[in-house]
C-alpha cells in the first residue's frame, strides 16, 4: 500500500534561466535548487518583469508562479533601504513557501524576507520586522494589523505582488487588500497572479495597475490529459462507505477534499482505522501539524491526505495519483483546480467524485467542460444511486441502473 515519495513534475521548457535576462547569482541560486530549465510562466513573465511592466498572469496552481515574481525582485531589489517588495498571499502555507524561495534566491543579495501571517503570535513578528527586512510576504489580514500598529511602513514599496488573487478574494480580503492599495506608493510596479479572471479580480486590475500585460497560460481545455474521470452517484446515506471503498480499491498516493473538517477527522480516524496511513489538513490543525502532514505526504509516510478546500488551496501539494471529491466541487473551477493535483506533465492520475442527486448541477458543467459524460463507476460493496433520464418537461423518461 505504501508507495514511497511522490515526484514533482512542473513542465519546463528548453530556453535558459540566463536568457530571461537574469544575472548570474540570481541564476546560481535558482540551480542550486535544483531548476535547471525555467516553466513556461516563468519564460514569459521574467523577461516583462525585469523591464518593471506590470503583468497578470494566468495559470494555474503549480505551473512556477513563485519564480516568475521571486526571481525579477531578487535581481531589483538590494539590501538595507527598507521593504521594498511587498507579496500578498492567501494562506499562511503559500506566505511561507514563498518566503523560504525568496531566501535562498535572494541569498547572493543579502536580501531579508520576512513572512506575517495570521495564526501565530504578533510579538516574533514585530521582532523580524525591526531586522530591516527588504521584502514582506503577508496574508493581507496580518499585514493591515501590523501597517495599523505601526509595525512596518509601505511607504517605499516598489515591487508589489497579489499571488491567487482570486483565492484571496474569495477569502474575503478585499477590504485589506483595497486599503493596503491605498497605502502603498503609485509609482509602484504590480503583478498579479490568478488561476481564474472573475470580474473581481479585473476590477482590481484596472483599479490598480498600470497597462498590465497579460499572460495566460491556462490550457485550452482547462484539464489535463492524462486524467481519468470517475464518477460514484451514490444516495446520500452511502457517500461514507463510497469514501472508504475508494480508498481501500487504490493503492497509490490519494488527495481527498472535503467539504467539511468533520468529515476530515471521521474520515481520517476510519481509514486509521482499517490500516491506512493517512493524516488531514483543515483549519482546526495547527500551522505546525499542517506542514507536517504535507511534509509526511511529500515523503510517502502517509499514503492519503485529507483536505478541506480552503486549507488546501494553492499549497505546494506534491502530484498525487488518485483526486477524490467527497462531494462535488462548488464550481467548475475547484473541480479543475483540484484535478490539476494529479497527472502533470505526461503522468496519468484519477479524479474520482462522490456525488449525489443534490449535485447534478454541478456535474453538469463538468462533463460539459470536458467534454463528456463522466464515466460513471460504481464502488465495491456499495448500491450506487439510480439515476433518472428527464424529458424536456422534466418528467421521467427512462430509469438505468448504473455500471
Ligand atoms: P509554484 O507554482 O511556484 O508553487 O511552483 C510549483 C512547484 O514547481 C514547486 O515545487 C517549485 O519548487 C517547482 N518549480 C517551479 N519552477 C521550477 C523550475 N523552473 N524547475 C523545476 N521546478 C520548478
Known amino acids: 500500500m505504501f508507495t514511497g515519495p511522490v515526484p514533482q513534475d512542473p513542465t519546463a521548457t528548453d530556453v535558459s534561466f540566463a536568457d530571461l535576462g537574469l544575472s548570474p547569482p540570481v541564476v546560481r541560486s535558482v540551480t542550486s535548487i535544483g531548476f ?9 513573465v521574467i523577461p516583462k518583469a525585469l523591464e518593471g ?18 526571481l525579477p525582485m531578487a535581481e531589483h ?17 503559500i506566505a511561507l513557501q514563498t518566503q523560504s524561495f525568496l531566501e535562498v534566491v535572494g541569498r547572493d543579495h543579502q536580501l531579508s524576507t520576512v513572512c506575517l501571517i495570521g495564526g501565530v503570535k504578533l510579538g516574533p513578528q514585530i521582532q523580524d520586522l525591526r531586522r ?54 503609485t509609482d509602484r510596479q504590480t503583478m498579479m497572479f490568478s488561476a481564474t479572471m472573475p470580474p473581481s479580480v479585473e476590477n482590481l486590475a484596472r483599479r490598480f495597475m498600470r497597462t498590465p500585460l497579460r499572460v495566460d497560460l491556462r490550457p485550452d481545455t482547462r484539464i ?11 444516495e446520500p446515506q452511502n457517500t461514507k462507505a463510497c469514501l472508504l471503498a475508494i480508498a481501500a480499491a487504490e493503492k497509490g498516493s490519494m488527495l481527498i477534499f472535503l467539504r467539511r473538517k468533520v468529515d476530515a477527522e471521521w474520515a481520517c480516524k476510519q481509514l486509521e482505522k482499517e490500516g491506512h ?22 515523503l510517502g509516510e502517509h499514503r492519503i491526505l485529507l483536505a478541506t478546500d480552503i486549507a488546501a488551496r494553492g499549497i505546494d501539494i506534491p502530484i498525487i495519483e488518485h483526486i477524490v471529491n467527497y462531494g462535488a466541487p462548488d464550481s467548475l473551477e475547484d473541480y479543475i483546480h483540484r484535478a490539476g493535483r494529479t497527472a502533470r506533465g505526461a503522468l496519468k492520475g484519477t479524479v474520482s467524485t462522490i456525488a449525489t442527486w443534490q449535485d447534478k448541477e454541478y456535474i453538469r458543467l463538468i462533463e460539459k467542460a470536458i467534454g463528456k459524460p463522466l464515466p460513471r463507476f460504481v464502488a465495491e460493496g456499495v448500491e450506487p444511486y439510480i439515476e433518472r433520464k428527464t424529458t424536456i418537461r422534466g418528467r421521467p423518461k427512462i430509469r438505468r441502473r448504473l455500471t
Open 53 to 70: 511592466h506590470d503583468v497578470i498572469g494566468l495559470a494555474q496552481t503549480g505551473s512556477g508562479k513563485t519564480g516568475a515574481f521571486g
Open 36 to 44: 535547471e530549465y525555467p516553466t513556461p510562466i516563468q519564460v514569459q
Open 224 to 234: 489535463a490529459e492524462g486524467i481519468e474521470h470517475r464518477l460514484y452517484m451514490v
Open 132 to 185: 530591516h527586512p527588504d521584502i514582506v510576504v503577508a496574508t493581507p489580514g496580518r499585514l493591515w494589523d501590523h501597517y495599523e500598529r505601526r509595525n512596518l511602513k509601505l511607504d517605499r514599496i516598489e515591487k508589489m505582488v497579489l499571488d491567487e488573487a482570486d483565492h484571496m478574494l474569495d477569502l474575503g480580503f478585499l477590504p485589506q487588500i483595497l486599503r493596503v492599495f491605498e497605502a502603498v506608493p
Open 277 to 298: 496511513p493517512v493524516e488531514r489538513i483543515h483549519s482546526d490543525r495547527t500551522q505546525k501539524q499542517r506542514v507536517e502532514a504535507l511534509q509526511g505526504l511529500r
Open 77 to 93: 531589489l538590494i539590501h538595507g533601504k527598507g521593504v521594498r517588495g511587498l507579496i500578498l498571499c492567501p494562506t499562511r502555507e
